[in-house]
């Protein structure tokens, strides 16, 4: 985070309130306008999605059904005598992916000493995290203790919720984000971006050309996804070169006990076990299903050095990106063992399998399933099906991310007893594995760029995204 900037949600609501007595009859239309403003644009998106009444005292009725759009709340409520009341419960969700605290509420005075109106729910200091909700509850009731008819037949009353931005959440200031942009153009066909049906909250793109293109490092890189918390993932649109994922010798087993063929294949394990996150005391290759709760084999031990691979990309790469390395941050990258032999599998257990593991670093490479969901072809259903001989051409059409020739390393262990073997990308459709040293392959490296970005730009080929600070 640059630095904390102070947001205001003002949730106010302005209720009309029309008080027409006769017979010991009173009308009263309350009207609740909740705005919204705030300095940081960091994908900050909360707003009210439901409006409820319930409690219902007396002869209180609605006149009508509450509604609701964007940030505007309305609702009309009918009490008939003194007691009369019923109670409004408006739902306030934070949709973005910047964490909110309630710094304050405020309630204005009625004018029309006849109405009496009280909130609860929301209390200052609670907090709003993405993803979440809560409920403001506002009470319109007649006041009891009003014996004679009010000088005035009107009421005016306010809420005004000051939201800030909660500490340790990023933002800058200003504009539509990154996120924002990118989101506003979610499609459900075609090519473009779609919600990732396997992870809340993220959002990828698929199909053949979608307009993912974007300008990092003075290069031409394509947009993976939005992450749930408004970073973009990329990876760079051709390999730098064919690079060994992990040479021979890198890790010795008599230190990194996990990789017992480290002399000869390699080892498979994408980082020490003290550079995951949580760090485990032991990276385990869970055999054959994935899951460490089932499987009555595993292959475990430490793993006391970085692949070969991984410290390459984090250093001496990593030092040919100059002005944009700003825009890079350290994210968690899923390093776990995708696959099984089950006919259940689906990608979502492939990606579960792979986040049993997460590496914290700057520079990676595609996980197995990154390539799997970029198709908008339905046959690619796992990674069993990409691993089938008889699947060939289900996984890499339409689909931008599949390479074009050769082959290309992916950041997933394959589940194999050796513990030398990785998952690769193949042109002519598969997925296949290989030795960790066994053949020098190509190297699209993957990063994460901070959500305080903002872009220009249309993401097409001719006219990519450019990053904008």
Not at 28 to 45: A, D, E, R, Y
Not at 313 to 333: A, C, M, P, Q, R
Not at 399 to 408: F, L, Q, R, T, V
Request: aromatic letters at 8%; hydrophobic letters at 30%; proline letters at 3%.
């Amino acid at each position: 985070m640059t630095q904390k900037k102070k947001n205001n949600i003002i949730i106010g609501s302005l209720c009309a309130v029309v008080l027409l007595m006769a017979v010991g009859y009173a009308a009263f239309s309350s009207i609740l306008n909740i705005k919204g403003t705030t300095n940081i644009s960091s994908n900050w998106n909360i707003l009210i999605t439901n409006v409820e009444s319930k409690n219902i005292v007396g002869a209180a009725t609605n006149a009508e059904d509450p509604t609701w759009e964007a940030l505007t709340a309305t609702f009309k409520t009918n009490l008939v005598s003194p007691g009369d009341s019923i109670e409004y419960d408006i739902t306030v969700e934070n949709r973005g992916n910047l964490n909110a605290v309630l710094e304050k509420i405020t309630l204005s005075d009625s004018n029309n000493p006849a109405i009496k109106f009280t909130s609860s729910g929301l209390e200052e200091g609670s907090e709003l995290n993405a993803g979440d909700s809560a409920v403001l509850t506002v009470k319109v009731e007649y006041d009891s203790n009003v014996t004679s008819q009010p000088e005035s037949t009107e009421g005016t009353f306010t809420v005004t919720l000051d939201y800030s931005q909660k500490d340790g959440a990023s933002g800058t200031p200003g504009g539509e984000t990154a996120a924002d942009k990118l989101i506003a153009t979610e499609t459900t066909s075609g090519d473009g971006l779609y919600a990732d049906d396997t992870e809340i909250g993220r959002y990828i793109y698929k199909g053949t050309t979608p307009s993912n293109y974007i300008t990092f490092n003075n290069e031409t890189w394509r947009i993976m996804s939005v992450e749930s918390d408004g970073t973009l993932k990329i990876i760079r649109d051709t390999s730098i070169g064919n690079i060994a994922w992990d040479t021979a010798g890198t890790r010795d087993k008599s230190t990194s006990t996990y990789c017992t063929t480290a002399s000869s294949s390699g080892c498979n394990a994408w980082a020490a076990t003290s550079n995951l996150v949580n760090p485990p005391s032991d990276f385990t290759l869970h055999y054959p299903n994935g899951n460490p709760t089932i499987d009555t084999t595993t292959y475990s031990g430490t793993v006391t050095k970085d692949a070969s691979l991984n410290t390459y990309l984090n250093t001496t790469y990593l030092g040919t990106i100059k002005e944009d390395s700003k825009y890079i941050v350290n994210h968690n990258f899923n390093v776990g063992t995708p696959g099984n032999t089950t006919d259940t599998e689906d990608i979502a257990t492939d990606v579960s399998q792979e986040a049993l593991y997460k590496w914290n670093g700057k520079i990676g490479l595609m996980n197995v399933t990154d390539v799997l969901k970029t198709t908008t072809n339905t046959t690619c259903t796992s990674l069993k099906v990409g691993y089938d001989s008889d699947s060939t051409g289900y996984c890499n059409t339409n689909n931008w991310m599949w390479i074009k020739s050769g082959s290309e390393w992916t950041v997933s262990p394959y589940v194999f007893s050796n513990r030398g073997h990785v998952w690769r990308v193949l042109a002519d459709g598969y997925v296949r594995n290989i030795t960790a040293n066994g053949t020098d392959l190509g190297v699209r490296p993957v990063l994460y760029l901070t959500s305080d970005i903002h872009l220009d730009g249309e993401g097409t080929q001719s006219n990519p995204y450019k990053v904008v600070s």
